[in-house]
Structure formats: structure tokens, C-alpha cells
């Protein structure tokens, strides 16, 4: 099969054996893949948990059809449209465990749906499981025109939230986060952001922060908070360290939380995936929960989409079609 792997001059396509399922797994024939921001630090061979590495397929999600199963898996069937967030997603096929996957709904194509898993189970756990908003309640989304950005505004609607404020330096995406959710855009480059937050929120602040940024904005997302609120961390974009003031989170009572997926074992993944299932599949299966597509590429010209990662100029989810070079060249012959 072929597959763009990892290699210390970068990512290349090359021919790898197609893998088999074990137990309790299943073998995708891979229809498309979304590109992660943390694709570009795997590029070289950098891990990202248990995913990634030298010679190992990029990409974190998949979305496809069932073509064989492995020994103990009774929940999925050979045709069935599935997507995962887990791993080895730029391949023609992909192996994943049963527990990970979800089913497509129907009247979504695999590249609209490819961009979903991620961000759903990122931003349900941040948001339901660790960040416990209830009906009513307020949240500030750092980092909110991003894929999983742009989910956990809806996320938060669905769920109740009173006040949703999203943040986006750029002023053509801060724009549009109204469509998908928020009742207020935010600058965080503005320095009266924490004002605006405040002044939407009589003073108080709002009950919880999901924080895709950290960095310098640590000490201002306190302050942004109420009294007694949560912060959760999911991403540190502006930065791995930073200072931090002890003296405002003690005055300010806040429970602050940091998540990540790496650390995670198989079972706490499935459990996650449970309870995405149980929670967003009715606004999922009714279209009340998407994704932009911001591009689609032919599987060949990666490249092109990891540049376009790299520059961070798109809306929504950046794309990999696996059939899509075939049928270009198809579509030619014809003319």
C-alpha cells in the first residue's frame, strides 16, 4: 500500500505492506485523512504519544470502509463507513482498534467526516468530562477558529452553555465564529480582551475557560475566569511554559486542569469514545454538529497540504483524498 511516512529529510511517499487486524481490530480501506497541527512536528520522526515515529504512517484521522475484521469484534461488519482518530491515517489502509471508531452518519462524505473525531472527543472531554459545564453556564474558547476550535463552540451550544465567547487573532475567521456558535469574538491580541470578557459577563467572568493557547495568556485567562471557575488546558500553541501567578489563582479559587491524549491508555480512549457516542451522536446523525472543509488535496500532493498547515491561513479541516488523484487524471482523459 502506499504511504507518506516520517523521515529525518521530512515526509515521503513509499510502498509499505498492508497491515492485518488483531484482535479486538479492524482493517479500513482509508477514503481520506485530515491534517492535525501536530502532523508538522511529526514530520521528522517525532512521536506523539504512541502515534507517529520514523517509518510509521502520518495522520491522525481516517475516515473509510470496514474491509476485514479482526478476531472479537462483533460491533463493526465488512462495509461499514466508519471514522478515528487513531493514527496511521495517510495510508491506503488503516488499522484501528473497535473501541476508537465511530460510525459515519449517513449523508456525510468521507471527507466531511474525516475532521470530526478529533475534535469531538478533544472538545467533549475538555468541555463535559474535566471542564463539567452545566446549562446556562459561560465558557471562553482560546484558540476558537481551529478545527477542534470550531467544534467546541457547537459543543458548548449543544450542551447549554449560556455565553459563548470564542477567540481568533485573525480578523477574517473571528468573523465567522458567530456561525458556528459563539455570541461574542474576541482579539486576544487586543489588550481590553479580559475587559470584554468581563463586561459580557457583569463583572464576574466566565465559568470555563478551554484553553488551546497557554503561553503568555495563562495569567490573563485567570483573571478572565470567575471566582470558583475552571480552566481546562487542551493546547499550548503560545507556548510550553510561562509565567504563572500563584497569588491570583488562590485568590480566584480556580480549578485548573491540563488534558492531553498522549498519556492516555487504549481503554481511557474508548471510554472517551463512549461517551461522545452517548452525548453528540443525536446532534451528529441530525447535522447539528460539522466541520468546514477548508481544501481537499490528492493524496500525491501532501506536500502542498502540510504547507498550508504551515501557514495557518485556513478555516476547517485541511483534507487528503485518496481517490481524488485518480480522478482528476480521469476527468482529463475525458477532455
Known sequence: ??????????????????????????????????????????????????????????????????????????????????????????????????????RIPDGLSYSEAVGLPVALQTMHDAIATNGHLQPGQSV??????????????????????????????????????????????????DESWVDEVLAATQGNGVDLVVDQIAGSLVNLNMRATRILGRIVNVGRLGGMTGEFDFDLHALRRLTYVGVTFRTRSAEEVERINQRVTQDLWPALSEGKLRLPVDS?????????????????????????EMDAGARLRRNQQRR
Open 1 to 102: 500500500m502506499r504511504a507518506i511516512i516520517a523521515s529525518p529529510q521530512g515526509p515521503s511517499l513509499t510502498e509499505l505492506s498492508t497491515p492485518a487486524p488483531g484482535r479486538g481490530q479492524v482493517l479500513v480501506r482509508v477514503r481520506a485523512a485530515a491534517l492535525n497541527r501536530i502532523d508538522l512536528m511529526m514530520l521528522t520522526g517525532h512521536a506523539h504519544g504512541s502515534m507517529g515515529g520514523a517509518g510509521i504512517p502520518l495522520g491522525l484521522e481516517w475516515a473509510g470502509d470496514v474491509i476485514e475484521v479482526g478476531p472479537g469484534v462483533d460491533v463493526w461488519q465488512v462495509g461499514d463507513r466508519v471514522m478515528s482518530p487513531s493514527g496511521g491515517a495517510f495510508a491506503e489502509r488503516a488499522v484501528g482498534p473497535a473501541g476508537q471508531l465511530y
Open 140 to 189: 471562553l474558547i482560546q484558540g476558537a477558529s481551529s478545527g477542534v476550535g470550531l467544534m467546541a463552540l457547537q459543543i458548548a451550544k449543544f450542551l447549554g452553555a449560556g455565553l459563548v465567547i470564542g477567540s481568533s487573532t485573525s480578523p477574517e475567521r473571528r468573523a465567522r465564529l458567530t456561525e458556528f456558535g459563539a455570541d461574542l469574538a474576541i482579539d486576544t491580541r
Open 296 to 320: 481537499v488535496y490528492p493524496f500525491e500532493a501532501f506536500r502542498g497540504a502540510l504547507e498550508r498547515m504551515r501557514r495557518n491561513e485556513h478555516l476547517g479541516k485541511i483534507v487528503l
